[in-house]
């Protein structure tokens, strides 16, 4: 282990220097899920370390960090020489800036920048099954009914996650009466309310349309999608992060946006908001060979100043 983490460290030493962001009122903030600690596909674990470098994160929410027992964002930190936080759940968040606290149920951590600033950063990864988009394409996927309704994909969503969500925004709240700057990463296995809207469906994308439940909490709680508000065209602009494995016309599959980078910071202070994943046709920002069957968003970020 010794030896792997001595290469991993050299290998990425150059990469990793020089992506810090010369203005300390900036963030580029990543959710990235590894697949089973980053090394399901077969790719090495400097492949997913890469996938950071590359999209000059600052901060990285990462869903499914263990290759069994062994938490490989943990791993991947120290190559970057960063900072580490287990939430448990096989989730963690990961930072350039030190972790100097967290919340009482590990949503969330405290961040301390340059600046002397506090930002809180939570992390979320989001039950799987039962899956709507699946559901209402007649997909199976576990023991679940297809369904032909909104009422019932919301349903189902909110039987799915409403309790995990519930639990999140408990803490999130918290963060943001007092007046924190706060963001939201994870792999919230939902699609976005934003997303599954009328001119999509004569598009031909969806079905019909969905105002999915757990993106329009967090939303109502006071979080701003970051690609959606970058990019706010879904027809134009997919953004789909799910999946890289199989092609869109695939009948035994479907692809859509469920990885997300949320803040409460207005849409002004979005700088640049991307994809990272496999190829051009569906990412900004490109990495080969990929290592995980999800890809990643990352979004810039500019603070107003801090207050005296």
Not at 143 to 148: A, E, Q
């Amino acid at each position: 282990m010794k030896r792997f983490l001595a290469h991993l460290l050299l290998a990425f030493s150059c990469l990793s220097s020089g992506v810090h962001a010369e203005d300390p009122t900036s963030l580029r903030v990543m959710t990235l899920n590894l697949l089973h600690g980053g090394v399901r596909l077969g790719q090495p674990l400097s492949q997913s370390v890469k996938v950071i470098t590359e999209a000059k994160a600052d901060l990285v929410g990462v869903q499914e960090t263990h290759a069994g027992s062994v938490n490989n964002a943990a791993i991947i930190a120290k190559a970057l020489e960063w900072h580490h936080f287990d939430q448990g759940g096989r989730t963690s968040i990961i930072s350039r800036h030190p972790i100097v606290g967290h919340t009482p149920r590990k949503w969330g951590v405290h961040i301390k920048l340059p600046s002397g600033r506090i930002i809180h950063a939570y992390n979320a990864h989001l039950r799987p099954a039962p899956y709507q988009p699946y559901q209402l394409a007649g997909i199976p996927y576990g023991d679940y009914p297809f369904i032909k309704t909104e009422a019932e994909a919301v349903h189902w969503a909110k039987s799915a996650r409403g309790d995990q969500v519930e639990q999140l925004l408990g803490e999130l709240k918290t963060s943001l009466k007092a007046g924190h700057i706060c963001f939201l990463t994870g792999d919230l296995n939902e699609p976005s309310h934003q997303d599954w809207t009328a001119p999509v469906v004569t598009a031909g994308r969806i079905p019909i349309p969905v105002a999915y439940p757990t993106t329009r909490s967090i939303v109502a709680a006071g979080m701003l999608d970051g690609y959606r508000s970058a990019f706010p065209d879904p027809v134009k602009h997919p953004g789909w992060t799910w999946t890289p494995t199989t092609l869109p016309s695939d009948p035994k599959d479907r692809h859509d946006r469920i990885d997300y980078v949320f803040s409460n910071l207005p849409a002004k202070a979005i700088q640049q908001a991307a994809v990272v994943g496999e190829s051009k046709a569906h990412a900004k920002i490109v990495v080969k060979p990929w290592p995980t069957d999800h890809r990643a968003v990352v979004v810039e970020y500019r603070f107003p100043p801090k207050p005296k």
